[in-house]
């Protein structure tokens, strides 16, 4: 148990829907953050938060929208997606933001855009 | 811009049998790099983490090799099991806190 749960664990979903993804993390980390992951892709980060302030946003297209009302949960809203949006969304959290501290990782969205 | 490559991009191996996985990267400044396990339907789990003094870090049968000058990586995965099959990724840590990640090599180990 890494500590990180993220809820669903698969959503199939039209682009025409609405939809949340859910992050909690138990281990009272500072920092949260929102990767997607495609196949064969290294990691692209999304979003960073520490101490619920949003501190990255790597260009994300607003269709993901992210709040972070505190420390430890994080959602990532979700509105007309595109199918290139499928792919699994993961979530971490670390102690802090520094590259140092190990970030612990939720296992994950499964996301499937029609 | 900051690059990880891993090889090969996926390796089959037989039960009982050694590996090594390799990560050359041109991230600069160099602050740390971690190698993470990612289990099938798992978020990765971090497995050692060296900075830039280190040449060698162990954990259990997985052992990994840090080369700075020449921005190398190995991890050498030891009489291989059935549960080392997953996904192994090389992560690097630039001193401005930037990560950047390898696009990972997926083992297979065969009984």
């Known amino acids: 148990e890494t500590g990180v749960t993220q809820t669903p664990r698969h959503l199939v979903m039209g682009m025409t829907n609405k939809k949340s993804l859910k992050c909690e993390q138990h281990?009272?980390?500072?920092?949260m953050y929102w990767y997607k992951q495609s196949a064969k892709k290294p990691l692209e980060l999304m979003f960073v938060y520490n101490f619920k302030e949003q501190t990255e946003n790597n260009s994300v297209p607003s269709r993901f929208s992210p709040e972070c009302p505190n420390s430890s949960h994080l959602f990532l809203h979700l509105h007309t997606l595109q199918p290139e949006d499928s792919a699994l969304y993961l979530c971490a959290s670390s102690q802090d933001p520094r590259g140092y501290y190990e970030q612990y990782f939720g296992p994950g969205t499964r996301l499937t855009v029609t | 811009k900051n690059q990880v490559e891993q090889s090969p991009q996926s390796l089959i191996i037989l039960e009982g049998k050694n590996c090594t996985l390799q990560?050359?990267?041109?991230?600069?400044?160099?602050?740390?790099l971690r190698w993470y396990k990612q289990d099938t339907g798992r978020g990765p789990v971090s497995l050692t983490i060296?900075?830039?003094?280190?040449n060698t870090k162990s954990n259990g049968r997985y052992t990994a090799t840090l080369d700075a000058d020449t921005k190398q990586s190995s991890l050498h995965i030891t009489a291989s099991q059935l549960s080392d099959s997953a996904s192994y990724i090389c992560?690097?840590?630039?001193?401005?806190?930037?990560?950047?990640f390898g696009a990972g090599t997926t083992v297979t180990v065969r009984a």
């Open positions: 281990l009272g980390h500072n920092a």
């Open positions: 060296m900075t830039f003094s280190e």
């Open positions: 992560v690097v840590s630039a001193s401005d806190y930037k990560l950047s």
């Open positions: 990560c050359n990267y041109t991230v600069s400044p160099f602050s740390n």
